[in-house]
């Protein structure tokens, strides 16, 4: 007669025959090209595909279930479903995108934007060939990853050739239009951002610094120059930071009432709050307080939409290839408790981190968060590809040979949709 084995042999015999399956934790990683850890997720939660790239687990909710999503990694043969309960969303945000950057060039944290250092990510700029192809960027991105918004960083120094308060530029203006146009002619929305921390040359836009007056002045001229198209959207300023808030409130509202009466009445327009629009401080700063009560002329606030960025280094800096986090619970969890009570829209214009294991873990549990709760989050955007290159430490530029561009690791596993 055979002895029985021991409990430990037995549970290796049966984790090398397939009988004891591994099992990740609630938004680990559970398949995608390539991987090969855990396939079954904890209980209460299940396996849902981002990409062919990334797949990881899905935490349980009552009020939503998702569509039968595969336990198996893409490509690894046989699959077996389940279906999830979720958080109130489609599973899939309206908007995935990237930062197209090289206009905004020569822009500081004071809002001083050097303009001789703007390097436009225009392949035929000023009739040289050397210069980066965002718009063949954004033709593949939308080709071959199914993305569907672009954010354009540009200086207001440079839209009106550093004349504060001044018309715009007719030739500066012509070079960014190709951009947006290269943009708009891919059937993706285009959000044309001003990049300018709420500042010029050092001084708050309202505080002191330029008046409400000139900072409309620029926002009516582009939005009568582009009130006719339905797929612009206007980000009304980049990243404040130290500012009275309320007063801050004051001007968004300015900027939001010059949108729409130069005729742009329905085109989505994104609020920034201060602290650099940081998601995790959306609640604490007053910035969700003080954005609420930003209005259209009419009272109501459609298609008005919070601007928040997010990085995921230590310091939430966006300068470290190293990701800590994936600010689910410190930011995103609560964020989407207050939109979803208060009955209002985010966006996330803002994030990435290095082409590493580290990043590609937690950025991809980002934005599979706000995935699964698109109801509050309309989407995410990449920083950022345009004019940078393999030598900037969170670049998302793809590398072209011939007609073929080939994705950053971190753009391929966290951003695509293909």
């Not at 500042?199 to 002191?208: L, T, V, Y």
């Not at 980002?366 to 709760?373: D, M, Y």
């Amino acid at each position: 007669m055979n002895k029985p084995m021991a409990p430990l042999l037995l549970a290796a015999t049966l984790m090398a025959s397939g009988a004891i399956a591994q099992t990740q934790t609630v938004w680990g990683q559970c398949g995608g090209t390539g991987y090969s850890g855990p396939t079954n997720c904890a209980s209460g939660s299940a396996c849902s595909t981002l990409n062919p790239y990334y797949a990881q687990c899905i935490p349980g909710a009552t009020s939503f279930t998702t569509s039968t999503t595969s336990t198996k990694p893409p490509g690894s043969g046989s699959t077996t479903t389940s279906s999830a309960s979720a958080p109130t969303g489609s599973g899939q945000t309206r908007f995935a995108g990237i930062n197209i950057a090289g206009f905004d060039f020569g822009c500081t944290t004071d809002g001083t934007c050097v303009t001789s250092q703007v390097y436009p990510p225009l392949k035929n700029f000023d009739g040289a060939n050397n210069y980066p192809d965002g718009i063949g960027q954004m033709q593949h991105f939308v080709n071959n990853d199914k993305l569907n918004i672009f954010r354009l960083p540009v200086g207001w120094q440079y839209l009106v050739n550093n004349n504060l308060g001044g018309t715009l530029d007719a030739t500066n203006l012509g070079y960014y239009d190709q951009l947006v146009q290269g943009c708009l002619a891919t059937g993706a929305y285009c959000i044309v951002d001003i990049h300018n921390y709420a500042r010029w040359n050092g001084a708050i836009i309202g505080q002191g610094g330029p008046t409400n007056a000139q900072f409309t002045n620029l926002w009516t001229q582009l939005a009568t120059k582009y009130a006719s198209q339905s797929k612009i959207w206007f980000g009304i300023v980049n990243e404040p930071h130290d500012v009275d808030i309320n007063t801050w409130a004051t001007t968004v509202q300015a900027v939001v009432t010059a949108i729409r009466n130069a005729g742009a009445t329905t085109q989505f327009i994104s609020l920034p709050g201060t602290d650099y629009q940081s998601a995790g401080n959306f609640l604490s700063d007053g910035s969700s307080t003080a954005l609420s009560q930003v209005k259209n002329p009419d009272g109501s606030t459609t298609n008005l939409i919070f601007d928040l960025h997010k990085y995921l280094d230590s310091d939430n800096s966006g300068t470290s290839t190293t990701c800590v986090t994936n600010n689910i619970a410190t930011a995103f969890q609560p964020v989407a408790t207050w939109l979803r009570q208060n009955k209002r829209q985010a966006i996330l214009t803002e994030t990435g981190g290095g082409n590493t294991q580290s990043c590609i873990q937690d950025v991809c549990q980002q934005n599979q968060f706000l995935n699964q709760n698109s109801d509050v989050f309309l989407g995410y955007l990449g920083w950022g590809a345009g004019s940078f290159d393999s030598t900037y430490a969170l670049t998302l530029t793809p590398t072209q040979n011939g007609n073929t561009w080939t994705d950053t690791a971190l753009a391929a596993a966290c951003f695509s949709r293909a």
